[in-house]
C-alpha cells in the first residue's frame, strides 16, 4: 500500500507511451515500376492506376489495400510509383499482389497486368516491376 503513489503514476506514464500518434501512421512502402513492351507514345490523357490488393482468399474479388492513379500526359514508360499499405492492415498470414492498368481518356483498358506479382509477405519483396500487356 505504501507504493501506490508511485505505482500508479508509472502506469499512466506506459499507457500514455504505449499508444503514441506516430504507431498508428506507420506503414511500408511499396515501390513500384510500370511498363509495356509497344513502341508507341500514348496521347494525354490516358490514366495509370496502380494497387496493391488482398489476394488471399479464392473465389473472392481481392480487397484493394493501397491504389493510386496518375495522368501519363504524354510522359513514356517506365512509370514509378510508390503506395504506402498501413502496417495495421497488413496480415502476415495473408498474400498481397500489386496490379497496374492503364485507360485511355475514354475509360477504355488499354493495357494491364497478366501476371501475379507479389509483394509484402511470404517472403515477397516490397518493391515489383511490372510489364504490362496491351488489351485488344
Not at 504505449?18 to 511498363?35: F, N
Not at 498474400?95 to 475514354?106: L, Q
Amino acid at each position: 500500500m505504501r507504493f501506490l503513489p508511485l505505482i500508479a503514476p508509472l502506469a499512466l506514464v506506459v499507457a500514455a507511451c504505449s499508444s503514441m500518434p506516430g504507431d498508428e501512421a506507420a506503414s511500408t512502402q511499396v515501390e513500384v515500376t510500370a511498363a509495356y513492351r509497344e513502341r508507341i507514345m500514348l496521347t494525354p490523357g490516358h490514366v495509370l492506376t496502380v494497387k496493391v490488393e488482398d489476394v488471399s482468399l479464392m473465389d473472392a474479388p481481392a480487397r484493394v489495400m493501397a491504389e493510386t492513379t496518375q495522368p501519363l500526359d504524354g510522359r513514356g514508360p517506365p512509370y514509378a510509383v510508390t503506395l504506402s499499405v498501413p502496417n495495421a492492415r497488413i496480415d502476415p498470414r495473408h498474400t498481397y499482389a500489386v496490379r497496374a492498368e492503364i485507360r485511355d481518356p475514354a475509360g477504355a483498358l488499354r493495357f494491364t497486368t497478366d501476371t501475379r506479382h507479389s509483394v509484402l509477405t511470404n517472403g515477397a519483396p516490397n518493391k515489383a516491376d511490372i510489364m504490362m500487356v496491351g488489351v485488344r
